[in-house]
């Protein structure tokens, strides 16, 4: 499967777009600002019924204009495609078409057409807090496993109830913690499992990660993903118990995975306080390139990948190094941005890969 | 902002719009049509909500809406007085009466547990349920609450405190119905799910 064309209207800031793609490796080039990353969002888009960069869809529209249009053509096998298409008209509800149908609901279309995204903004998943790592694992683990992502829908619900009752038991007192314990009895059965599921991920998960951090990194550091939950040292009915007095309180709860986190080292020290920049970014290109792995083996098909501004300052040979595995079999189509043309040439100059090159100039695409 | 024509088509309404699933285009066009209607079709309707609000009931056994003080059901020689099934509101009792499959009496809890809307335990009938139940009256309660996160920590805030008690509870068996409300299920799955309820398993 790969996206063979592409084409928007009044999108960011294009007018209109009318491109066909490689099914290897299709490179966008050109000059900071003049809407490398808008095309990466429109595939991005026809992926995850949403923008990566901008959650308000309404945003997304070329300033002056009534609404925006993706229309994508994926091309399954030989002679079958499937058309996709997002149309966002000012303050209506976005419309989101498979080969000419709506779709009542958008998470019925998320997983369709898989994709991972490798960006300068995912820097924040080693700067900011726990939330953010929380996210991400959470959204990779829910794409295979659907009752996960229901026990996390449900713990949240019956956490958000729980907080809710800390704050009314301190703020005008009755209730018993009689009444707090029925939602301790909704949290701990999906807790539980949800605690186990990102146990088991992470150890089948963190091998790809450590070789693929080698490979981008050269072999010169180790680095480590250290699962921390509350739940390592204490039952979570227990947890729950004995923290009752800290949540009545701090009015909400304390213990629990809500409050579990992923700590990225490197050589034994901490990615976030200690990483080099350069550390951290070979650390999130491992991490998305073996979550691209993750999911061909256990899905068994090969995602979108998109490069977005990631080889701004890694040397040449690196950049060459990470086109010549992406272009390598086990990869699908590709989509990178870099604002050196020079440098892309050089290297196709160098491995014999199928690719088409874009030249993009303030809105407008030539192929 | 809204400038209408006349002050007592604006206060109505506002009034009308205050109402579930009613907005201002339809409190508008609404207002419009009593406009039209006959004087006394109009008042007719203005008294029976006034009625409605002023004179009902709620029975004194299973909290439900009534014109007397024990309702219709709970006075019926002919119901088992010693099955009760637990519901949320009036809705649930109407749509398993339609399936003719339920020969017991009802509690209405007027709402199930919620924190986040501020509706705890004391803000429902469950005082009286429990004290009913203690009473030794019931020999079977059935849970019909909504499967929910809300629904299911209602039904086991009940298992808990009557747990002790010896008697049998069930709870409605659901996973097949349509809809997750009983409001929404078809009859004949009601009807089946009241037939098969299964033992209620708490802790
Ligand atoms: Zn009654």
């Known amino acids: ?367 | 902002m809204n400038s209408y024509p006349s002050k007592l088509l604006e206060s109505a309404v506002n009034e009308l719009s205050r109402l579930p699933g009613i907005g201002r285009k339809s409190a508008l066009r609404l207002a419009l049509h009593l406009l039209k209607e006959r004087i006394e079709d109009v008042e007719f309707l203005g008294q029976s909500i006034i009625k409605l609000r002023k004179e009902i009931q709620y029975c004194t056994v299973c909290h439900t809406i009534s014109d007397n003080d024990i309702c219709q059901i709970c006075s019926d020689p002919r119901r088992d007085k010693t099955t009760v099934c637990i519901v949320q509101d009036i809705r649930d009792v109407l749509a398993i009466e339609n399936t003719r499959q339920y020969r017991g009496v009802y509690h209405i809890l007027g709402g199930i547990i919620s924190p986040i809307e501020g509706i705890s335990p004391s803000d429902l009938t469950l005082e009286n349920l429990i004290e009913k139940a203690e009473s030794g009256i019931f020999n079977e309660i059935i849970m019909a609450l909504p499967s929910t996160i809300e629904g299911d920590t209602t039904a086991y805030y009940i298992y808990k405190k009557i747990k002790s008690l010896q008697i049998k509870i069930s709870n409605i068996a659901r996973g097949i119905s349509l809809g997750d409300e009983l409001e929404y299920a078809d009859e004949l799955t009601l009807g089946r799910s009241i037939l098969n309820r299964t033992l209620y398993q708490g802790d």
């Open chain 1, 1 to 367: 499967m790969y996206l063979q064309k592409l084409k928007l209207t009044n999108f960011k800031n294009y007018e209109t777009a009318d491109l066909g793609f490689s099914e290897k490796i299709n490179c966008f080039v050109g000059d900071n600002g003049v809407g490398k990353t808008n095309l990466m969002d429109a595939i991005y888009y026809l992926s995850f019924c949403k923008s990566y960069f901008n959650p308000q869809d309404m945003m997304n529209i070329r300033h002056t204009e009534d609404a925006f249009a993706i229309h994508g053509t994926y091309l399954r096998n030989e002679n079958q495609s499937d058309s996709v298409s997002c149309i966002q008209r000012r303050n209506q509800k976005k419309l989101f078409r498979m080969n000419k149908k709506d779709y009542d609901r958008l998470a019925d279309h998320i997983g369709l057409f898989p994709l991972v995204i490798v960006s300068p903004s995912d820097s924040d998943l080693i700067s900011l807090g726990s939330e953010e790592r929380r996210k991400y694992f959470d959204g990779v683990i829910s794409q295979f496993d659907k009752v996960y992502l229901d026990d996390l829908l449900n713990y949240s619900r019956a956490l958000q109830h729980r907080n809710a009752l800390l704050k009314s038991i301190a703020e005008h007192g009755g209730q018993s913690i009689e009444s707090i314990e029925v939602w301790d009895q909704q949290m701990l059965e999906p807790g539980q499992r949800i605690f186990e599921k990102r146990t088991l991920f992470l150890k089948e998960f963190y091998p790809l990660f450590q070789n693929y951090f080698e490979f981008v990194s050269e072999g010169r550091e180790a680095v480590n993903i250290e699962y921390e939950s509350q739940l390592r040292n204490l039952e979570f009915k227990e947890l729950l118990r004995s923290s009752i007095r800290k949540d009545l309180a701090m009015r909400y709860t304390t213990a629990g995975i809500h409050k579990d986190d992923f700590m990225f080292s490197i050589s034994g020290y901490s990615a976030k306080r200690f990483g080099s920049q350069g550390q951290q970014k070979s650390l999130l290109i491992a991490l998305k390139l073996s979550q691209f792995e993750y999911t061909r083996t256990t899905k068994g098909y090969k995602p979108i990948l998109l490069f977005d501004d990631i080889f701004d300052k890694l040397d040449e040979r690196r950049v060459g190094q990470l086109v010549k595995l992406v272009g390598a079999d086990d990869f699908g189509q590709v989509f990178i941005t870099d604002t050196q043309p020079d440098r892309i040439e050089k290297i196709f100059k160098q491995v014999e890969i199928e690719h088409r090159i874009f030249n993009v100039k303030n809105g407008a695409v030539a192929g």
